[in-house]
Structures are given as C-alpha cells and as structure tokens.
C-alpha cells in the first residue's frame, strides 16, 4: 500500500504525542480533582485531536485489507476523513467556545478553522478525484492537519497560562 511506512510513523508519532501530553499535563496539574475548566477542556480537546490524528494514519490499511486499491482507497479515506474532521472541529470549537479569545485570540481560532476548512475543501476534490497531485499527497496533508490540530491544543494546555479566574 502506498504511504504505509508514513502513516505508521504518524500513527505511533500521534500515541507518542498523546501520552507525552497525559504526563505532561498530569505534572503540571498533578491534582486532577482541581483541574480548571480550562485545562479539562484544553485536554480533552488535545487527546481526542491526538487520538483522531492516530485513527486517521492507520484507516488506509483498514480500508486496503477490506479490498480497496489505488485511487478508491484514498478518495474513501479522504471521505471518512471529511466526516470525521469535520465532527472533530465542531466538537473542539464548542466546548473550547468559552475560551476563544483568551490564549491566541479571536483571529488565530479564525486562521485555524479557515485552514480546516481549506484541508476539508482539498479532501472534497480528492473524493471527487479533481486534485491535480497524488491521491495519497491529499490524504495525507490531511492527517497532518489533524496531528499539527492536536499539536495547537497542547500548546494551549501546557505553554500558555490558565484564564485568570477560570475555577474548577
């Protein structure tokens, strides 16, 4: 299958950035039962992102071992893929929907969900097969995307500070 060495890279990259995170965060905040709201949200965020980003690098080979080849096999990736970002993105912003604004501001959540909204565009015209590059490029800018979403989630949790007044 084409790609399969880089997406069991970014597999095991996406568990190993899951876990890293759990410890980190269980450092910083070594009380969960005094979390804030701020930092269980943050957390959840990053580790279904993480965890998307793993589920997503390792859906080709499913999907390759269930029959499908070639350029089937990344325009149903790329389809699972839109669904499954999409409802990622949507569940992210509404629960962090109270702390837009406070860590990177309003006009980096907006640069984030415009750059979704491109990687979704992309996954679209794969499905469709109206990319002009390799199938498999397509996809796996996506899986990326979703890895590098995680990553933004666990800069908001571990560098940038709690809101100030934010309890548990």
Do not use: K
């Amino acid at each position: 299958m084409e790609g399969a060495d880089i997406l069991l890279r970014v597999s095991g990259l996406s568990i190993a950035f899951a876990g890293f995170v759990s410890i980190a965060v269980r450092f910083q905040h070594p009380d969960h039962r005094e979390w804030s709201a701020y930092v269980v949200v943050r957390f959840r965020n990053m580790l279904e992102v993480s965890l998307s980003a793993l589920f997503f690098a390792i859906l080709p080979f499913a999907l390759f071992h269930l029959g499908l080849s070639g350029s089937r096999l990344w325009a149903a990736a790329s389809a699972v893929l839109i669904v499954g970002l999409s409802l990622v993105t949507l569940r992210v912003y509404r629960r962090a929907r109270p702390y837009i604004g406070v860590d990177l501001g309003r006009g980096f959540t907006r640069l984030t969900l415009s750059l979704t909204a491109l990687v979704l565009i992309a996954q679209v015209l794969n499905v469709l097969g109206r990319m002009p590059v390799r199938r498999f490029g397509v996809y796996l800018v996506g899986v990326f995307w979703v890895l590098f979403f995680a990553a933004i989630q666990f800069l908001r949790l571990v560098v940038l500070p709690s809101p100030v007044g934010d309890d548990a």
